[in-house]
């Protein structure tokens, strides 16, 4: 078993189906690198998020990435960390990361996931 603190360490909403089913997604495309990713569930575990330095409000609302060095990640610096791991996800990191591409994802985000919270349900 690869040791955790040489893992990406993903928090990712447990309760959402379509967070549950984006992870098999990148697991499936990632293959042998998806051992260097665990995939933290933060369903009830507010306190440990804080411990981390996350705010649970906040990690509903964007991803969140533990990289190697314990620095923590969010919203798109953490979909880049986590594509830039699998060559074939390369490429969207990189578009993602351009100037003029990633406040209009930011914010198309945002509006994705609010629009799932404030229905309760996905």
Known sequence: MTDS????????????????????????????TCESVEWLDITGRDDELRSEGIDPY?????????????RIHREMDAYILLMSRVPVLK??????????IRPGLARLYHAWVSRR???GAD
Do not use: M, N
């Open 91 to 100: 490429p969207l990191a990189w578009l993602i990361g351009l100037p003029l």
């Open 117 to 119: 919270l404030d229905a």
């Open 58 to 70: 906040r990690a509903l609302r964007e991803l969140h990435v533990k990289d190697t060095q314990g």
């Open 5 to 32: 603190k040489a893992k990406l360490v993903v928090f990712y909403d447990g309760s959402c189906p379509t967070c549950i089913k984006d992870r098999r997604w990148y697991e499936k495309l990632a293959g042998k």
